[in-house]
Antibody, heavy 122, light 110 residues
Framework: EVQLVESGGDLVKPGGSLRLSCAASGFTFSDAYLNWVRQAPGKGLEWVGRIKGKNDRGTTDYAAPVKGRFTISRDDSKNTLYVQMNSLKTEDTAVYYC?????????????WGQGTLVTVSS | QSALTQPRSVSGSPGQSVTISCTGTSSDVGGYNYVSWYQQHPGKAPKLMIYDVSERPSGVPDRFSGSKSGNTASLTISGLQAEDEADYYCCSYAGSYTWVFGGGTKLTVL
């Protein structure tokens, strides 16, 4: 069974930093394309970024609002995905979901974690 | 990257059909056949319902179908059931390894 469990969500002040983690199981993690998608309270979904699998050199892509502030990484020895969030803004307040894009090409968000809440407020 | 445009809400009675539209541009919906739809019940994570415009993952009822014409994709739910009441989001690949979602549509089963 595929499981994705996010952690690390917290209350942080504007300008601060936070690292989220996502522990994965039930699939071959090292080859997996993994994404972060966020959802502000009462709002819609927003794609944050993606990291490819080791066969594709683990390259990363980011949405414009987070580029240069967020860094997605992975530790294949721990089956864990991360997102380091710096220079946080109030508009980064959201539930952050970790997602495995299981289908070929990684174009779809097949398996989702339960999410972790990040609140950016003074 | 602007969000795809969806109606804020739609409704239908049990047994009826409803269609949710998702309008983008030639840079996203119109430019690629990588359109997907997600169902989200309150307090839950979204669930993939449609991919490749019209394909259903295993386990998704065939009451759910997808299509696309030009820059607009559509999700049709036939034979509405109470458990279909949820928020629905479309999503499209937007080129340069980026993705864009729609604003979401709240489906009410009357």
């Amino acid at each position: 069974e595929v499981q994705l469990v996010e952690s690390g969500g917290d209350l942080v002040k504007p300008g601060g930093s936070l690292r989220l983690s996502c522990a994965a199981s039930g699939f071959t993690f090292s080859d997996a394309y993994l994404n972060w998608v966020r959802q502000a309270p009462g709002k819609g979904l927003e794609w944050v970024g993606r990291i490819k699998g080791k066969n594709d050199r683990g390259t990363t892509d980011y949405a414009a609002p987070v580029k240069g502030r967020f860094t997605i990484s992975r530790d294949d020895s721990k089956n864990t995905l991360y997102v380091q969030m710096n220079s946080l803004k109030t508009e980064d307040t959201a539930v952050y979901y970790c997602i495995w894009a299981a289908r070929r090409g990684g174009y779809y968000f097949d398996y989702w974690g339960q999410g972790t809440l990040v609140t950016v407020s003074s | 990257q602007s969000a795809l445009t969806q109606p804020r809400s739609v409704s239908g009675s049990p047994g009826q059909s409803v269609t949710i539209s998702c309008t983008g541009t030639s840079s996203d919906v119109g430019g690629y056949n990588y359109v997907s739809w997600y169902q989200q019940h309150p307090g839950k994570a979204p669930k993939l319902m449609i991919y490749d415009v019209s394909e259903r993952p295993s386990g998704v009822p065939d009451r759910f179908s997808g299509s696309k014409s030009g820059n607009t994709a559509s999700l049709t739910i036939s034979g509405l059931q109470a458990e279909d009441e949820a928020d629905y989001y479309c999503c499209s690949y937007a080129g340069s390894y980026t993705w864009v979602f729609g604003g979401g549509t709240k489906l009410t089963v009357l």
